[in-house]
């Protein structure tokens, strides 16, 4: 069966400091992967997703990016947080071109930057 | 562009009690619309998917309906139970490789 793994579940941060949030998927090969902010009032907003290694779509500018070193591997990066970067960022994953396209969802990182 | 809106922002029912959900969207020429549940500080989970073809989907006690040319999907929930308490997001997919666009969600309480 298919695991989405995403960490750290909490991170608070200063203003200024580096990013780094991890999501990795077992169970299946060359998946589509997202990453997902969700802040207070807002909905939920698609950040990045990607559909192949090296393969980065960027749906919002902002001071964050997106890397896929490995087919089963995203991960959210920023050189300097700031405090409108504070939200709740869930990764997610879906088949490539299956009939069946739920969308799986990590269990979430809360980061609150201060 | 896509937008997704969801009435109400929050619900109150009494246990037991029938419900229904709504979800509106702005462009009709959707592939598919999913119904998701997050539980506070948690991840989504999918519940049901309606593909574009499709008038509805059910799963136990949840009923999604879809009805394209009106842009609106609703979610039924029979016999609510207090476990049901959650956020349930609604979100469509304009075709097969573009990003789901979700609303809002609304927020669900069912009262013991």
């Known amino acids: 069966s298919q695991t989405i793994h995403q960490w750290p579940a909490t991170l608070v941060q200063p203003v200024g400091s580096p990013l780094s949030l991890e999501c990795t998927v077992e169970?299946?090969?060359?998946?589509?992967l997202y990453w997902y902010r969700q802040a207070a009032g807002r909905g939920l907003q698609l950040l990045f997703y990607?559909?192949?290694?090296?393969?980065i779509s960027s749906e919002v500018p902002q001071n964050l990016s997106a890397s896929r070193p490995q087919d089963r591997q995203f991960i959210l990066s920023s050189k300097k947080l700031l405090l409108s970067d504070s939200g709740f960022y869930l990764c997610?994953?879906?088949?490539?071109?299956?009939?069946?396209?739920?969308?799986?969802f990590g269990s979430g990182t809360q980061l609150s930057v201060l | 562009k896509q937008e997704v809106t969801q009435i109400p922002a929050a619900l109150s029912v009494p246990e037991g009690e029938n419900l229904v959900l709504n979800c509106s969207f702005t462009?009709?020429?959707?592939?598919?619309l999913q119904w998701f549940r997050q539980d506070p500080g948690k991840g989504l989970t999918s519940l049901l998917l309606i593909q574009s073809s499709q008038r509805e989907q059910t799963s136990g006690r949840l009923n999604a309906s879809l009805d394209k040319s009106s842009g609106r999907s609703t979610l039924y929930i029979a016999a609510s139970q207090p476990g049901d308490s959650a956020t349930y997001l609604c979100?469509?997919?304009?075709?097969?490789?573009?990003?789901?666009?979700f609303g809002k969600g609304t927020r669900l309480s069912v009262i013991a």
């Open positions: 997610a994953w879906s088949w490539l071109g299956a009939t069946n396209e739920k969308l799986f």
């Open positions: 169970g299946t090969s060359n998946p589509n």
């Open positions: 979100a469509v997919r304009n075709s097969g490789n573009t990003p789901l666009v």
């Open positions: 462009d009709s020429a959707i592939y598919n």
């Open positions: 990607s559909v192949g290694i090296g393969q």
